[in-house]
């Protein structure tokens, strides 16, 4: 079955800098990678998604880039706020199945004013 | 706009009592799932209904039963709760037809089995 790896595990920046997330999958037949937010108390919402026929897929700050080849992904935020603070979670959908989304173990990511 | 609604936001049950975790979103969703959270092990799915009428088991669904009442509704059902049963549970929707894409979640039910 898949596998994904997230790292790291907390990451603390300054505000207005950048932060990097990244995740590897094992299952080369994966084609979905979501990403998720989870503010304390709240269910995850889902912040931007890629597919495997796109390199690199950008949402104002947000932004999720795709290396196939070496079956990684990662989450790209730009000039980060405070309420940039919260847990996120990448996610691969191998096969394409209901039952195939598996979810790394999250990022706690702290904004330092 | 209600989204995704869990009840009840808290739950603190004894080993061997029963429960519901009821679920109903309101998006017209066709796909609704259950999740559970525990610290460090990320989102594991205990079971989905891909349409109504329709469910089937996910990655962690020992000790668990479910019920696609109708469109709207996927209740979670505890028959006799155990300790490792303590865990916080998401229910989730997302329009298209079990592909598991673009989940919407719920705000969550907090468990404890004691």
């Known amino acids: 079955g898949e596998n994904v790896e997230q790292h790291p595990s907390t990451l603390s920046v300054q505000e207005g800098d950048s932060a990097v997330i990244k995740c590897t999958y094992s299952?080369?037949?994966?084609?979905?990678f979501p990403w998720y937010k989870q503010e304390l108390g709240k269910g995850p919402q889902l912040i931007i998604d890629i597919r495997s026929n796109v390199g690199e897929k950008k949402d104002q700050r947000i932004a999720v880039t795709l290396n196939k080849t070496a079956k990684h992904f990662s989450l790209h935020i730009t000039e980060t706020q405070p309420e940039d603070s919260a847990v996120y979670f990448c996610a691969a959908n191998s096969g394409g199945g209901a039952d195939g989304l598996t979810f790394g173990k999250g990022t706690h990511l702290i904004i330092q004013p | 706009n209600a989204g995704v609604t869990q009840t009840p936001k808290f739950q603190v049950l004894k080993t061997g009592q029963s429960m519901t975790l009821q679920c109903a979103q309101d998006?017209?969703?066709?796909?609704m799932y259950w999740y559970r959270q525990d610290p460090g092990m990320g989102l594991r799915l205990i079971y989905y209904?891909?349409?109504?009428?329709?469910?089937d088991k996910g990655e962690v669904p020992n000790g668990y039963n479910v019920s696609r009442l109708n469109k709207r509704e996927f209740s979670l059902r505890l028959e006799s709760a155990a300790p490792s049963q303590t865990s916080v549970y998401f229910c989730?929707?997302?329009?298209?037809?079990?592909?598991?894409?673009?989940?919407?979640f719920g705000s969550g039910t907090q468990l404890s089995v004691l």
């Open positions: 998006m017209n969703h066709n796909s």
């Open positions: 209904s891909a349409s109504e009428g329709t469910t």
């Open positions: 299952d080369s037949a994966s084609n979905y």
């Open positions: 989730a929707s997302s329009a298209n037809r079990g592909t598991n894409e673009k989940l919407f």
